[in-house]
T-cell receptor, first 113, second 117 residues
């Protein structure tokens, strides 16, 4: 069975600091994508960053970067220089060959002024 | 704005009533997905379409649920004889397939909140 686990229900970080959100997953497939989505209080899910499993290089997108450890099936998100607008629920998602997404339960991140 | 739009955004209904949600995907996207999200949980896959064909349905989609995409553009999700357990946010998303650059990234709408009383 394919699963995505986010073990940190809530986290907080001071503005301008760095925070890392954890995600582990399980799948027997070799080809897949991993995503981090952000869901602000307005509730629309917004793509933060995407990683192809066949790429060894970790994806980066401005202040957002991932640490992808394929053997360990780990996919953590690092947010640098945290901003108040980063306050949101963050979901890790696994996309399989069938193009279906499997989401984790989310981490609620609060950035403190 | 040419993003995914959903209507209505909020719906309160009495148990046993039928409700219908509509989703308009991003115009050039040929795939459309429905997910359900309850409080404190991540979205759960319900079903998806490629053009007008419904290619997969989750076992979460009981026979009270039906989804259509008759012309391959907008989609409707109908819930018949609603139950309190149907209270959730119903998220629609769309994507372009194939999309080798984007890796089939899906783009979500703002969701339709359903409260069954």
């Amino acid at each position: 069975a394919q699963t995505v686990t986010q073990s940190q229900p809530e986290m907080s970080v001071q503005e301008a600091e760095t925070v890392t959100l954890s995600c582990t997953y399980d799948t027997s497939e070799n080809n897949y994508y991993l995503f981090w989505y952000k869901q602000p209080p307005s509730r629309q899910m917004i793509l933060v960053i995407r990683q192809e499993a066949y790429k060894q290089q970790n994806a980066t997108e401005n202040r957002f970067s991932v640490n992808f450890q394929k053997a360990a099936k780990s996919f953590s998100l690092k947010i640098s220089d945290s901003q108040l607008g980063d306050t949101a629920m963050y979901f890790c998602a696994l996309q399989l060959r069938t193009y279906k997404y499997i989401f984790g339960t989310g981490t609620r991140l609060k950035v403190l002024a | 704005d040419t993003g995914v739009s959903q209507d209505p955004r909020h719906k309160i209904t009495k148990r046993g009533q039928n409700v219908t949600f509509r989703c308009d995907p991003i115009s050039e996207h040929n795939r459309l997905y429905w997910y359900r999200q309850t409080l404190g949980q991540g979205p759960e896959f319900l079903t998806y379409f490629q053009n007008e064909a419904q290619l997969e349905k989750s076992r979460l989609l009981s026979d009270r649920f039906s989804a259509e995409r008759p012309k391959g553009s907008f989609s409707t999700l109908e819930i018949q004889r609603t139950e309190q357990g149907d209270s959730a946010m119903y998220l629609c998303a769309s994507s372009l397939y194939p999309a080798p650059v984007e890796g089939n990234t899906i783009y979500f709408g703002e969701g339709s909140w359903l409260t069954v009383v």
